[in-house]
């Protein structure tokens, strides 16, 4: 549980309930992003020695 | 018996210390009842790593209790800011860079099992040419819970700066009205619809606002928050942040040089003056140059080793010259977005929380070029009014006297009417001398203006 004293920041009770429902979006928006990052950098990986080779 | 010991004004929130000054340095109580926390910071190597990183402000510890009181856990005397200054003071770069830097130290912390318990601007300083968190005690232990400070950095941090980016107006001035954060429903009306078809603005404005005005409460079932899930909400709010931008919109003042560097020689033979006199004054070791356009002559000051606060009230102006600060490096120069016809007052609890400009401003010299005609013709100010302002905050001033038959004032009163008969050299010179002694005087080659430089006759 939150110790009293630290909550000299009102956090906001909707601002705590809201962080669980962005989580749970975030959670799921950055597994797909995640994914599409990885396809792009195994791309550009495949690409960078032919860059080499033209060098 | 101890002298009693006054918490400095701004240092009364956070029940686990504050900062207070003793014979002209600057301490901070650590009280006892963050002990567990504060030593958790220091043993974990969370303090040292972000000292080294040139994150957070280093201090020495001092065994002493200062204040005398039985709260005392331990005294920390922290590096000295040379000058404070406040967000409504910051361009939107600096903004932008400071909500930055308080999400990589909540990133960094977290490493170390820490989280930051608040999120304010005031928490960031400009010390030596970049930004620095400075509160000692925003770091407490996480206890897998949300983030405290979720709502205090939407509200201070991610507000103003969407609220500049979607509207293109620099609008620094709103954190001086709302100095604790501007309320998320305030800031979900000042965005314009098409905000909330961005994902991460619709994340933490649009539905946090939704849920804030409904969630009274409830926050105390919430058992468990995982870092990992902490971890994404910073990143999704740093992706935020690093996507917002100022619109290069130009102002009236952006091109100011590059018309001006084309009068022939104007600039070159200021400068020249300028540094001649420098090499006959005694020490001047902090300056401030007022109405300094993109801070061309604060560098030639900072260049010589002078702590140099650059203000002008042309935003678009103060963020250039912070943008190519970051990219130069430069340790002297601070820029500040001020305007001398309303610089900014002392505001929060008795007026005294965030001081005033003028009170805050304490320089060895003040540096006054091109501006004397737009606060005297454009603002309507009395010459001896602007002789007393300058008294108040300076040892020697080099100001610029610009005539009437400028080029640059006759282009001004095409628009208003001539009531400005006592704008002469004559009265310039009679109202000044009545605070300064005249030390050199010369006319700029290629130019009717005349720079002097003056030193303060003391009361």
């Given at each position: 549980?939150?110790?009293?004293?630290?909550?000299?920041?009102?956090?906001?009770?909707?601002?705590?309930?809201?962080?669980?429902?962005?989580a749970?979006?975030?959670?799921?928006?950055?597994?797909?992003?995640?994914?599409?990052?990885?396809?792009?950098?195994?791309?550009?990986?495949?690409?960078?020695?032919?860059d080499?080779a033209?060098? | 018996?101890?002298?009693?010991?006054?918490?400095?004004?701004s240092?009364?929130?956070?029940?686990?210390?504050?900062?207070?000054?003793?014979?002209?340095?600057?301490?901070?109580?650590?009280?006892?009842?963050?002990?567990e926390?504060?030593?958790?910071?220091?043993?974990?190597?969370?303090?040292?790593?972000?000292?080294?990183?040139?994150?957070?402000?280093?201090?020495?510890?001092?065994?002493?209790?200062?204040?005398?009181?039985?709260?005392?856990?331990?005294?920390?005397k922290?590096?000295?800011?040379?000058?404070?200054?406040?967000?409504?003071?910051?361009?939107?770069?600096?903004?932008?860079?400071?909500?930055?830097?308080?999400?990589?130290?909540?990133?960094?912390?977290?490493?170390?099992?820490?989280?930051?318990?608040?999120?304010?601007?005031?928490?960031?300083?400009?010390?030596?040419?970049?930004?620095?968190?400075?509160?000692?005690?925003?770091?407490?232990?996480?206890?897998?819970?949300?983030?405290?400070?979720?709502?205090?950095?939407?509200?201070?941090?991610l507000?103003?700066?969407?609220?500049?980016?979607?509207?293109?107006?620099?609008?620094?001035?709103?954190?001086?009205?709302?100095?604790?954060?501007?309320?998320?429903?305030?800031?979900?009306?000042?965005?314009?619809?098409?905000?909330?078809f961005?994902?991460?603005?619709?994340?933490?404005?649009?539905?946090?606002?939704?849920?804030?005005?409904?969630?009274?409460?409830?926050?105390?079932?919430?058992?468990?928050?995982?870092?990992?899930?902490?971890?994404?909400?910073?990143?999704?709010?740093?992706?935020?942040?690093?996507?917002?931008?100022?619109?290069?919109?130009?102002?009236?003042?952006?091109?100011?040089?590059?018309?001006?560097?084309?009068?022939?020689?104007?600039?070159?033979?200021?400068?020249?003056?300028?540094?001649?006199?420098?090499?006959?004054?005694?020490?001047?070791?902090?300056?401030?140059?007022l109405?300094?356009?993109?801070?061309?002559?604060?560098?030639?000051?900072?260049a010589?080793?002078?702590?140099?606060?650059?203000?002008?009230?042309?935003?678009?102006?103060?963020?250039?010259?912070?943008?190519?600060?970051?990219?130069?490096?430069?340790?002297?120069?601070?820029?500040?977005?001020?305007?001398?016809?309303?610089?900014?007052?002392?505001?929060?609890?008795?007026?005294?929380?965030?001081?005033?400009?003028?009170?805050?401003?304490?320089?060895?010299?003040?540096?006054?070029?091109?501006?004397?005609?737009?606060l005297?013709?454009?603002?309507?100010?009395?010459?001896e009014?602007?002789?007393?302002?300058?008294?108040?905050?300076?040892?020697?001033?080099?100001?610029?006297?610009?005539?009437?038959?400028?080029?640059?004032?006759?282009?001004?009163?095409?628009?208003?009417?001539?009531?400005?008969?006592?704008?002469?050299?004559?009265?310039?010179i009679?109202?000044?001398?009545?605070?300064?002694?005249?030390?050199?005087?010369?006319?700029?080659?290629?130019?009717?203006?005349?720079?002097?430089?003056?030193?303060?006759?003391?009361?």
């Amino acid at each position: 549980m939150i110790q009293a004293f630290l909550l000299y920041v009102d956090p906001g009770s909707g601002s705590y309930l809201v962080q669980v429902l962005i989580a749970a979006i975030l959670g799921v928006t950055f597994f797909f992003r995640n994914i599409k990052l990885y396809i792009r950098s195994f791309f550009l990986r495949s690409k960078k020695p032919k860059d080499n080779a033209t060098d | 018996m101890l002298p009693t010991i006054i918490a400095h004004p701004s240092s009364f929130r956070d029940p686990s210390g504050f900062i207070f000054e003793k014979e002209g340095t600057i301490y901070r109580q650590v009280n006892v009842l963050f002990r567990e926390h504060f030593d958790y910071f220091t043993n974990s190597g969370c303090y040292n790593h972000l000292v080294k990183n040139g994150l957070l402000i280093p201090h020495e510890q001092i065994n002493q209790n200062l204040t005398g009181e039985t709260t005392c856990y331990i005294t920390l005397k922290p590096e000295r800011i040379p000058f404070i200054s406040y967000p409504y003071e910051w361009s939107f770069d600096m903004l932008k860079d400071a909500a930055l830097l308080t999400l990589r130290l909540m990133k960094e912390a977290l490493h170390f099992g820490m989280v930051l318990k608040d999120a304010t601007p005031y928490n960031i300083q400009w010390y030596k040419g970049r930004l620095l968190f400075i509160d000692t005690l925003s770091f407490e232990k996480y206890e897998e819970v949300p983030w405290i400070a979720y709502r205090q950095f939407c509200e201070s941090f991610l507000g103003p700066l969407l609220i500049m980016h979607y509207t293109k107006i620099p609008l620094q001035q709103l954190q001086m009205a709302w100095p604790d954060g501007i309320p998320l429903v305030v800031i979900k009306s000042l965005l314009p619809k098409r905000s909330r078809f961005s994902f991460y603005t619709y994340l933490h404005i649009y539905l946090h606002q939704k849920i804030a005005a409904q969630g009274h409460g409830r926050y105390k079932d919430i058992q468990k928050f995982s870092k990992q899930k902490l971890v994404s909400l910073i990143s999704s709010l740093e992706l935020l942040v690093n996507k917002l931008i100022l619109n290069a919109k130009r102002s009236t003042w952006s091109d100011y040089y590059d018309e001006v560097s084309l009068r022939n020689s104007y600039l070159e033979e200021k400068k020249n003056i300028i540094n001649r006199w420098l090499n006959r004054l005694e020490t001047i070791n902090t300056a401030a140059d007022l109405g300094s356009n993109k801070g061309e002559f604060s560098r030639l000051l900072a260049a010589k080793g002078i702590h140099t606060i650059a203000t002008d009230y042309d935003p678009y102006c103060i963020n250039d010259l912070y943008t190519s600060i970051k990219v130069s490096h430069e340790k002297n120069i601070q820029p500040v977005i001020v305007d001398l016809a309303n610089p900014s007052p002392s505001i929060g609890f008795n007026n005294a929380e965030r001081s005033s400009f003028y009170n805050r401003l304490d320089a060895d010299l003040v540096l006054a070029l091109a501006l004397i005609h737009h606060l005297a013709i454009s603002k309507n100010i009395p010459l001896e009014n602007i002789a007393r302002i300058f008294h108040q905050t300076s040892r020697y001033l080099i100001i610029e006297f610009v005539p009437k038959e400028d080029v640059k004032i006759k282009l001004m009163l095409q628009q208003k009417k001539d009531i400005y008969s006592s704008y002469t050299e004559e009265n310039f010179i009679a109202s000044f001398s009545n605070f300064f002694s005249i030390e050199e005087k010369q006319i700029i080659p290629d130019s009717l203006r005349r720079l002097y430089l003056m030193k303060k006759i003391e009361a």
